[in-house]
């Protein structure tokens, strides 16, 4: 009793507080026969711009505008419906002949081949890769691309080790599609998922030889959590997964012969169980829907909840049978989730910064490049460090990857000029030049190894090379590239620039949002670029800075406040400096 | 990047301190790690003399002890490694049973000086073969892994330097951060290399990204990871400004391979040279984990390592601070003892471990594991990694108690 009076004065002293004076007056439109909870909710533009902070990838111009127009329920309501569909690129699947290898070549050119084989995949991998950013750029389903990539980081699987385009994507695809509709569809796709298996070994699971580690991974990660479960349930879940494999071309296929048929007893409870049965075993347990509900929980509101909501929401998720739907409905119009704990306190993931700085700035960027710059942060997509994911929150930040991030988005905005810090010493630069791109292939051609396919039997676990787990991380990247001599770029630059393409040109005009939207004068050009930059409503003394800044520049170049954007040829270098200044703020990292 | 001497940049050491007195009269609660640090730390980063440096090397991968230290008068290397065994001439033998291999020309010859350590049959016990899990434990000095909270080296830091409020008192070079570096006080400095490590935007607008000593007073929402984030920049652009200088100024006569290891081996030695305080150095280097090709790949590997090890070596002992640098190297776990079908070998358990530097008594350390006798397939460890990183800290006067949760005796390898 004491503790539910007591969580409700907390909920109401949090409510008075997001209702303090930062928050402009609520805008919620008053219910005609209308919702309890959109009545207590705060809606306001501090609270529409969080919501497509986490349930999408930001909002952009007049989209906060427009939902302010609408209810909480008709604009979160719209987030789940979701938008058009757009089919992925085709994947190639490969032939069993190109996995198999043939002894009588010499070795020399089976390496070429097999190298070969490995960059036409790598291509593949990162074509749709491509396609995947361009959805999140896009924005048409935020929604379902925000819950790919959660579930994208919960289902960790390597590409470095699966080391298969086609099993990826095939894996990606059953995500997405399942995002935001099932959980037990997911959990029941992800056990005999081909590239899942390869991943954690499965196809050596074999009734005569049982290997642990999808078993015990499909506990402790995918579903029940640490600690609700004994070594002794994953020795017999594994049991139960015997036979659980795949062929060589990534299609699921069960193996009889290999099936331990017997009787297991997992959780207290016993049958001849095979994948199916252990997965809806799983998924009746109140511990799985725990474990769900505070990934979720967490990853949305980038703080764990408590231990009331968990229960909770659990519930719910139970007795909507892992409905997606319903439960993110309840909590994305949940007042609490709109409470100044949650509001501005998640750090950005590097996918989330440049996609988000990308939309933000109204700047068209190809999806190629956020690959790359993600991969420098830290988040190589479709290859996290480990089976755990990627460390969410203060982890994505060191002093490394906070410069790199602003680096990373001046590069987009055309305000570095990595060319002219790193020209090679006393060279002049000239038409002779070996054009970037060059320079890189002869690194990958001579650096990078090639590696066969290995056989089922002998195939064991293995990580990205050059990935770290846990604390902080840096980019992703194979640290075996050699560092060409010749190129004094160094290469996590190179990299980035050759992503841009070469003759880049931003694809952003500042000058005239600004002037097209009425703003005039240093203070308000600079208020509305915080206020369209930042996740964030920026601090006091952030704002003073920025005016300084871009006070100075613009009398430097001797222009006039009065009439300033009626020379773009000039304002606009000095816009997209501001611009640059402001997205590399530690408040830039935020959302 | 302008090296102005602008004031505002030594007053950050100062503003974390202030900071953290006006939290605390807020009666806030610093839930972000980091925020601890920006509040905890006071000036100190003074210049210190007779200070010594410890740089710790990952091979990442898992390094095959038997093709690394090769036992080629073992008859059971010839019978398990039938396709990756290296040739008998071309070793640089140790003795009249075991031998490096060719690749590790310059290291053989330091060995042969006196110069390297060989710590044989180094693990732990109940080993894993995961690359993440193993190397948590190698990172933390503990069988739980990452739920120790923090690395091995973090704790060495945090305890032994807490007043220290220098960020790059410990430093990552190379692109991703090894938990052993981790400390919720003492995060370390990281950076890829030192040239993309620095702001490359408008100059002008470079000093704009901190907040100002004025500011700090009317700053009405602290909010705890708004300020951690702030704390960061705060170490990224001291610290980046600091570490550039000592590279940009650092003139070598010895040669560096243009390769990445080289490279951060270079970096790392200017940093030693400068002397301005790091003590803690982590540079990673990859390609050890052979399932296939092994034989091209692993002498690839081990030739980077030589080259980049060696220069080191030989460029660190110009200065003084060099001859009292203390290297370790080791990787996540060593490999299988019999090959595997793909000209590979697969993960295993025990591996080897390198000491280096002028503090070091060189020669074998431990046992060569037992090729029969084996611990379900893999080689055996005797000598815990315990012991050789409790040496390590207590030569760098850490508490070995403190960092590594038991008082661990140590492998006698310095002389």
Known sequence: ?591 | MKHSDDPRRTNAINRRAFLGTSLGALGLTLTAPGAKAGALRLLGGRRREGERTLVIIQLNGGNDVLSTLVPYADDEYHRVRKSTKIDHDTLFKVDDYRGFHPKLRKLSKRFAEGEIGVIQGAGYPGPNRSHFKSREIWHTADLRGRARGDGWAGRLCATKWPEESLPELSVHIGPSLPFSLHSATHPPVAFNTPDSYQWLGDEGAEGSLEMKRQDEEEERRPSSVLDHLRGVMSDARGSSERILEAIRRYETPVDFKGETFSQAMLTASALIHSGHGSRVISVTTGGFDTHAYQKGDHATALEKFDDGLDSFLRDVRRCEAGGRTLVVAFSEFGRRVQENGSGGTDHGKAGLMFVAGDPVRGGLYGKYPSLTDLDDKDLRFNVDFRDVYATATRWMGGDVEAVLDRPWAGLDYLS
């Open chain 1, 1 to 591: 009793m004491r503790l539910q009076l007591q969580a409700c004065l907390l909920s109401v002293c949090l409510s008075t507080l997001a209702a303090g004076p930062l928050a402009a007056a609520p805008h919620a439109t008053p219910g005609e026969g209308g919702d309890e909870v959109a009545q207590e909710l705060v809606w306001n533009r501090r609270t529409v711009e969080h919501l497509f902070n986490r349930a999408g990838f930001g909002a952009r111009g007049g989209q906060i505008s427009r939902a302010l127009k609408r209810t909480p329920e008709e604009v979160v309501d719209e987030l789940l419906e979701g938008g058009r569909h757009v089919a992925p690129p085709y994947a190639s699947q490969g032939t069993v002949e190109d996995t198999e290898v043939d002894r009588s070549q010499p070795r020399e050119k089976r390496r070429r081949e097999s190298a070969l084989l490995k960059r036409e995949d790598r291509y593949q991998m990162e074509a749709y890769t491509c396609w995947w950013i361009d959805r999140m750029l896009a924005h048409d389903d935020p929604l379902r691309d925000r819950m790919t990539l959660f579930w994208h980081g919960l289902f960790a699987t390597q590409y470095g080790m699966v080391k298969r385009s086609y099993d990826m994507i095939q894996q990606h695809q059953l995500i997405r599609d399942n995002a935001v509709e099932s959980y037990a569809t997911l959990l029941h796709g992800i056990a005999k998922d081909p590239a899942m298996v390869l991943f954690l070994d499965n196809q050596r699971n074999k009734k005569k030889a049982p290997n642990e580690n999808l078993a015990r991974e499909l506990m402790e990660l995918f579903s029940l959590g640490e600690g609700n479960y004994t070594e002794q349930d994953v020795k017999e879940v594994a049991r139960a997964l015997t036979g659980t494999s795949r062929d060589k071309i990534g299609n699921y296929r069960f193996d009889a012969k290999h099936h331990d048929k017997g009787r297991k007893t997992i959780l207290g409870e016993t049958g001849r169980y095979g994948a199916e049965e252990v997965v809806d075993l799983l998924l009746r347990q109140t511990a799985c829907a725990r474990y769900v509900t505070r990934r979720i929980i967490t990853y949305l509101e980038g703080v764990p909840p408590d231990e009331l909501r968990l229960v909770e929401y659990a519930a719910f998720l139970q007795r909507h049978e892992y409905e997606l739907k319903p439960f993110l409905r309840k909590l994305l119009l949940d007042p609490r989730f709109y409470r100044e704990e949650v509001l501005e306190a998640r750090v950005l993931g590097p996918v989330d910064y440049v996609v988000g700085s990308a939309r933000r700035l109204g700047m068209k960027i190809s999806p190629d490049y956020v690959r790359a710059a993600s991969a420098e942060l830290g988040q190589k997509l479709f290859d996290p460090p480990s089976v755990k994911g990627w460390d969410q929150g203060v982890a994505w930040i060191n002093t490394g990857s906070l410069l790199a991030r602003g680096n990373s988005v001046g590069l987009m905005l055309g305000t570095v000029d990595l060319e002219e810090t790193f020209r090679p010493k006393g060279k002049k630069r000239s038409a002779l030049d070996e054009p970037a791109d060059e320079r890189v292939e002869e690194e990958e051609r001579g650096g990078r190894r090639s590696r066969e396919e290995p056989s089922d039997d002998d195939y064991e676990e293995e990580d990205s090379m050059g990935g770290s787990m846990g604390g902080s991380m840096m980019g992703q990247v194979d640290d075996d590239e050699p560092q060409d001599d010749r190129d004094p770029m160094p290469k996590e630059l190179r990299r980035l620039v050759n992503a841009l393409g070469t003759d880049y040109q931003p694809e952003l005009n500042l000058c005239w949002s600004l002037s097209r939207g009425g703003v005039e004068g240093d203070e308000r050009i600079v208020a509305a670029l915080l206020d369209d930059l930042l996740a964030i409503e920026a601090p006091r003394d952030t704002r003073r800075r920025m005016l300084d800044y871009f006070r100075a520049a613009r009398e430097a170049a001797g222009l006039a406040e009065e009439g300033f954007l009626t020379e773009p040829d000039r304002a606009e270098p000095i816009l997209r400096q501001l611009a640059h200044l402001i997205l590399a703020l530690p408040e830039a990292q935020l959302g």
